[in-house]
């Protein structure tokens, strides 16, 4: 293997933790025109 610079061998990683972030937005929108209503619902999910 070649020297390369800050490599660290994959026997010397540590298992770490399992981690997961979710990060949500909900809007609820209702309009009432005239005799119509309409409503609108949105979620917008983020996860990393």
């Known amino acids: 293997m070649k020297n390369y610079q800050n490599y660290v061998d ?3 990683w540590e298992n770490g ?3 997961a ?3 949500y937005t909900s809007t609820d929108i209702i309009v ?3 005799v119509e209503e309409m409503t609108a619902f949105m979620l917008l999910l983020t996860v990393g």
């Open 10 to 12: 994959p026997s010397l």
């Open 17 to 19: 933790i399992n981690a």
């Open 21 to 23: 972030m979710l990060s």
């Open 32 to 34: 009432k025109l005239l």
